[in-house]
């Protein structure tokens, strides 16, 4: 590992010494975060799900070898479930409550250090600072509704129910659990990008340096101590055009 990391300087100055001249160009980047939550805070087992994520990249060129790059992105993470929290069965009304998944979005600054690898292949790591726009957890609730046989719309347990008419019914929630979040969170990203014809293709893993909760959230639930914790997992993949300023 020190040997490759020793001769990747070495190309790098050898690079340097070819072409000292720093380039400025700009990239806007659009793509998807695959993301999920873990960790012990976290009640109930995610699963991945996929988000938009966008962003813009200024990338300063110290050589054909190296260079900075300070970006903004926005990317919406969380995760999926398939999880009943809910349920209720009587002579007219029959439902299914379901958390679907939580959603949470940022904004980030990432700062990288971009070294190429071989021709148009390059590896970045940086640091990131993200902070939180929003967090709900969103879900559903779906069933049958019979409507009344008295003209004062109450039910009756003597009611011939095969009499009822029934109506589906599907009913979207969301809720608020920004309070359960950190309104900022550190990261480092670790990824390659690939450049084509100014076209840069771009895989990224953001590890997250510390919990994005400040507690856990359980549906229908109480919130246990801050002992507990729950971690973004995110992987962007992007591609962008990089537009040269200088």
Excluded at 23 to 37: C, D, F, W, Y
Excluded at 150 to 169: A, E
Excluded at 205 to 226: C, I, K, M, N, T
Aim: glycine share 8%; hydrophobic share 40%.
């Amino acid at each position: 590992m020190m040997a490759t990391l020793l001769a990747l300087t070495m190309n790098a100055g050898i690079a340097a010494a070819q072409d000292d001249a720093p380039r400025l160009t700009i990239q806007p980047k659009i793509g998807m975060a695959v993301s999920t939550l873990t960790g012990n805070g976290l009640k109930y087992d995610g699963k991945w799900k996929v988000g938009p994520a966008a962003g813009v990249e200024l990338e300063w060129a110290f050589n054909n070898m190296q260079s900075l790059v300070v970006g903004l992105d926005y990317r919406s993470v969380g995760c999926n479930f398939d999880l009943v929290t809910g349920s209720s069965d009587d002579m007219a009304f029959k439902s299914t409550t379901t958390l679907d998944k939580f959603t949470l979005q940022y904004l980030a600054l990432p700062v990288t250090y971009k070294v190429q690898l071989v021709p148009r292949l390059s590896l970045r790591l940086g640091v990131e600072v993200a902070g939180l726009l929003s967090a709900r957890a969103k879900g559903h609730t779906e069933g049958r509704m019979a409507a009344s046989l008295h003209p004062d719309g109450t039910y009756s347990p003597d009611d011939d129910v095969t009499k009822y008419q029934w109506t589906d019914f599907k009913v979207k929630s969301s809720e608020g659990i920004g309070d359960k979040f950190r309104n900022f969170t550190l990261y480092i990203p670790i990824g390659l990008s690939y450049e084509y014809r100014r076209f840069v293709a771009s895989a990224t893993y953001h590890w997250e340096v510390r919990s994005a909760s400040y507690s856990p959230y359980q549906a229908g639930g109480v919130a246990l101590d801050d002992g507990y914790k729950i971690h973004n997992q995110i992987i962007d993949l992007t591609i962008g055009y990089r537009i040269k300023l200088r």
